[in-house]
Nanobody, 112 residues
Framework: QVQLVESGGGLVQPGDSLRVSCAAS????????MSWVRQAPGKGLEWVSS????????DYVSSVKGRFTISRDNAKNTLYLQMNQLKPEDTAVYYC?????RGQGTQVTVSS
């Protein structure tokens, strides 16, 4: 079955960088587009970024454009989200998604 396991979250200060990862298994990772979504405290899910199957096409929500970079390593079945210039409003649980399937999430907290 499809399994997505996020890691790499933590507590950072505003302006810091962090990279979260998603290890995928149970399907042919290189054949599918993938996405990152996040859920801030007390709010609903927000789409953050998507990448196509070979990594050649990416898209971002406007609030993270220029700061976040989505990428993938199909040889390692792993999805990444590099987050730079983090802001307190980026605080959320970050999930990777394949269609309707989502991992357990990794907490990112940006606070001074």
């Amino acid at each position: 079955q499809v399994q997505l396991v996020e890691s790499g979250g933590g507590l950072v200060q505003p302006g810091d960088s962090l990279r979260v990862s998603c290890a995928a298994s149970g399907f042919t990772f290189s054949s599918y587009a993938m996405s990152w979504v996040r859920q801030a405290p007390g709010k609903g899910l927000e789409w953050v970024s998507s990448i196509n199957s070979d990594g050649s096409v990416t898209d971002y929500v406007s609030s993270v454009k220029g700061r976040f970079t989505i990428s993938r390593d199909n040889a390692k079945n792993t999805l990444y989200l590099q987050m730079n210039q983090l802001k307190p409003e980026d605080t959320a649980v970050y999930y990777c998604e394949k269609g309707p399937v989502r991992g357990q999430g990794t907490q990112v907290t940006v606070s001074s």
